[in-house]
């Protein structure tokens, strides 16, 4: 059976969700011009990173790497955090991320955690 593929190679879309949440998420007082440059500065990181990820553990074309790479910029640059937005969604879906396995209840975890034996 083969694996399915997806967009942006898995540490491509951490990239782009990483990179948003580092100059947008953090909430820092930015005025208009740090705003500019870091936006800027988001978008060029998040470009260069994509791009070599796509291209060289992806195995996608130079001419997709730059497109896929250009998406996730786009989304890294935008002067908010994307991360709990639909378009932080898609970034996940477009990637294959999945929700952290730890951070999920199992059904019976919780009488474990309160001595409650659930034999």
């Known amino acids: ?49 994509v791009k070599r990820v796509q291209e060289r553990w992806h195995g996608d074309a130079p001419k997709a790497a730059r497109a896929k790479a250009l998406f996730g910029a786009a989304a890294a640059g935008v002067p908010f955090a994307i991360g709990g937005t639909m378009l932080g969604g898609l970034i996940l879906i477009l990637s294959g991320l999945k929700a952290i396995p730890a951070l999920t209840i199992s059904p019976g975890s919780r009488s474990r955690r309160s001595g409650r034996s659930s034999d």
């Open 1 to 49: 059976m083969s694996e399915r593929r997806t967009l942006f190679h898995p540490a491509s879309g951490l990239a782009i969700l990483a990179i948003d949440w580092l100059f947008f998420g953090l909430e820092w007082e930015l005025g208009p011009v740090s705003l500019v440059l870091s936006c800027l500065a988001a978008f060029g990181l998040c470009y260069a990173v």
